[in-house]
Nanobody, 123 residues
Framework: VQLQASGGGLVQAGGSLQLSCAAS????????RGWFRQAPGKEREFLAA????????YYADSVKGRFTISRDNAKNTVYLQMDSLKPEDTAVYYC?????????????????WGQGTQVTVSS
């Protein structure tokens, strides 16, 4: 399984971006999917997760109400809509997939990771 994250870029504070993460290799519609980020000098941080059915969704408190995770199983793709972006959201954003299908914030549960996409929010 390969995960390809895209959609990062430079945006002003208050702006929006949508990240996408497409899976290839084989269908992983029954995998849970998650988004994490890592800023320089910091630990990788959980952001959002969605179960394979889409009926369980979790967010980190730091992004709750601003970020929205969704998935399109027909396209093997998960999305992260990011609104009201802040300079502290600047980081490399990673998508991940968990074969057990249940949404979780535990990064150790994820089996596959994308290569990361840079998001930079200017003040």
């Amino acid at each position: 399984v390969q995960l390809q994250a895209s959609g990062g870029g430079l945006v002003q504070a208050g702006g929006s971006l949508q990240l996408s993460c497409a899976a290839s290799g084989f269908a992983i519609s029954n995998y849970a999917r998650g988004w994490f980020r890592q800023a320089p000098g910091k630990e990788r941080e959980f952001l959002a997760a969605i179960s394979w059915k889409g009926d369980s969704i979790y967010y980190a408190d730091s992004v709750k109400g601003r970020f929205t995770i969704s998935r399109d199983n027909a396209k093997n793709t998960v999305y992260l809509q990011m609104d009201s972006l802040k300079p502290e959201d600047t980081a490399v954003y990673y998508c991940a997939a968990d074969r057990w299908g249940r949404a979780t914030s535990d990064r150790r549960a994820y089996d596959y990771w994308g290569q990361g996409t840079q998001v930079t929010v200017s003040s």
